[in-house]
T-cell receptor, first 113, second 113 residues
């Protein structure tokens, strides 16, 4: 059973701080990694994707991937109250039998003003 | 939002009754998906479609059937609703299986009493 694990939180950080969200996955064949943000009562929206080891930066967001450790993380710099949401880690084994996404259960982030 | 419309958005139904949820897209994407999202379980794939009349099961397909007679429409049917099918249902679409182009609809809240 392929699994994606996340700390459910809630993770609480003060405004302006760095929020660090972590995710581990079980399938070593996984090839693509994604972070989705989901506001309460809304649908998930893709905010970051990463495919190779290392860091990928997009504005205040940095995704980090370590395939040897089967670990992917998301850093949010200068956190804002508007970043308060649930963050879903998703892993794809594109090229496998289905190529569909396996989602973690999500980490709830709360940014306090 | 990508051109995805789910209907109904909210429904309350009684145990044992049939229920059909509709997903309509205007993006002409090949792949369509139905997920359910529950507290403590995250997003789980029910069924997906890779073309007209081409569908396959996901992780939690028992009790559900799907049909896709047109590129733009993907129907999810609960033949005889049970309380365990109370959930939020998300339709999603993508151009390919890479995971990088998946977009979610706004969700359908289903309560089975």
């Amino acid at each position: 059973q392929k699994e994606v694990e996340q700390n459910s939180g809630p993770l609480s950080v003060p405004e302006g701080a760095i929020a660090s969200l972590n995710c581990t996955y079980s399938d070593r064949g996984s090839q693509s990694f994604f972070w989705y943000r989901q506001y309460s009562g809304k649908s998930p929206e893709l905010i970051m994707s990463i495919y190779s080891n290392g860091d990928k930066e997009d504005g205040r967001f940095t995704a980090q991937l370590n395939k040897a450790s089967q670990y992917v993380s998301l850093l949010i710099r200068d956190s804002q109250p508007s970043d308060s949401a649930t963050y879903l880690c998703a892993v794809s084994n594109y090229g496998g039998s289905q190529g569909n996404l396996i989602f973690g259960k999500g980490t709830k982030l709360s940014v306090k003003p | 939002d990508a051109g995805i419309t789910q209907s109904p958005r909210h429904k309350v139904t009684e145990t044992g009754t049939p229920v059909t949820l509709r997903c309509h897209q205007t993006e002409n994407h090949r792949y369509m998906y139905w997920y359910r999202q529950d507290p403590g379980h995250g997003l789980r794939l029910i069924h997906y479609s890779y073309g007209v009349k081409d569908t396959d099961k996901g992780e939690v397909s028992d009790g559900y059937s799907v049909s896709r007679s047109k590129t733009e429409d993907f129907l999810l049917t609960l033949e005889s609703a049970t309380s365990s099918q109370t959930s939020v249902y998300f339709c999603a679409i993508s151009q390919d299986l890479s995971g990088n182009t998946i977009y979610f609809g706004e969700g359908s809240w289903l309560t089975v009493v």
